[in-house]
C-alpha cells in the first residue's frame, strides 16, 4: 500500500494569510494526487485534482503543485471559508489512501 | 447536475451487517462512464476509502476491509450500495458515497454522509 502522509496535522492562521499544507507518497505516484476539503457536517469537497488541475469552480487562490513523492496545497490569501479540514488522497492504485488530514484553524 | 444521497440505518449491532445505499439523480452513473465510490471517516480519523465499482461493474476494494464489504450497482434503479459484514465498534463512523467522471481521477461529487454507528 502507497502510504500518504501530510504535515502540519494541524496549523492556525488569519484572514489574509498565505499557508502551504505538504503531502508525502511513501512511493512514486506520478501526479495522481487529489486535494479535498472538508467541514464537520458537509460533504468534502473536490479542490485540486491530478496534482496542480483546479476543479472548476474552486476559487483561484487554491493552487497545487507535486509530482512524484511530494505534493504541496497552496491557499494564497486566506478567506473566512476556508478554515477548515484538506485531506489528500492518492488515486496511483488501490486502495486509495487519503492523508490524515490537516485542520486550519484561525489564529 | 448529479446528486448523491447515502442512506443507512443509523445504528448496527456488534457482528450484525451493514447495508448502505447511495442513490443516484440527475444522471446516471454508467450513463455519464463514472465510478461510485465509498469512503468512511471514523470519529477523530482521516477518510478512508473502502471501495469503487466503476461503469463497467468492475469492483476494487481496500484490502484491509475486502473480506467483509461487498459494493454493487443497480443500474435500473441508478443506485449503488455497500454491505458490510461482522460488523465493530470500529465501523462506526460517518459514510459517504462519491462519484469519480471518466475524464478525471477523484471524487468530483460526494453526498452528505451517512451516520453508521455499532453498538448493542
Known amino acids: 500500500d502507497i502510504q500518504m502522509t501530510q504535515s502540519p496535522s494541524s496549523l492556525s492562521a488569519s484572514v489574509g494569510d498565505r499557508v502551504t499544507i505538504t503531502c508525502r507518497a511513501s512511493?512514486?505516484?506520478?501526479?495522481?494526487l487529489n486535494w479535498y476539503q472538508h467541514k464537520s457536517g458537509q460533504a468534502p469537497k473536490l479542490l485540486i485534482y491530478n496534482a496542480f488541475t483546479l476543479q472548476p469552480g474552486v476559487p483561484g487562490r487554491f493552487s497545487g503543485s507535486g509530482s512524484g513523492t511530494e505534493f504541496t496545497l497552496t491557499i494564497s490569501r486566506l478567506q473566512p471559508e476556508d478554515f477548515a479540514t484538506y485531506s489528500c488522497q492518492q488515486t496511483y492504485n488501490t486502495p486509495e489512501n487519503f492523508g490524515q488530514g490537516t485542520r486550519l484553524d484561525i489564529k | 447536475q448529479l446528486q448523491l444521497q447515502e442512506s443507512g440505518p443509523g445504528l448496527v449491532k456488534p457482528s450484525e451487517t451493514l447495508a448502505l445505499t447511495c442513490t443516484v439523480s440527475g444522471a446516471s452513473l454508467n450513463g455519464t462512464y463514472s465510478t461510485g465510490g465509498w469512503v468512511r471517516q471514523s470519529p477523530g480519523k482521516g477518510l478512508e476509502w473502502i471501495a469503487n465499482?466503476?461503469?463497467?461493474?468492475?469492483?476494487y476494494y481496500n484490502p484491509s476491509l475486502q473480506s467483509r464489504v461487498t459494493i454493487s450497482a443497480d443500474t435500473s434503479k441508478n443506485l449503488f450500495s455497500l454491505t458490510m459484514h461482522s460488523v465493530t465498534a470500529a465501523d462506526t463512523a460517518m459514510y459517504y458515497c462519491?462519484?469519480?467522471?471518466?475524464?478525471?481521477?477523484?471524487?468530483?461529487?460526494w453526498g452528505r454522509g451517512t451516520m453508521v454507528t455499532v453498538s448493542s
Open positions: 465499482i466503476d461503469y463497467i461493474g468492475h469492483m
Open positions: 462519491a462519484r469519480r467522471p471518466f475524464s478525471i481521477g477523484a471524487f468530483d461529487i
Open positions: 512511493r512514486n505516484i506520478n501526479i495522481y
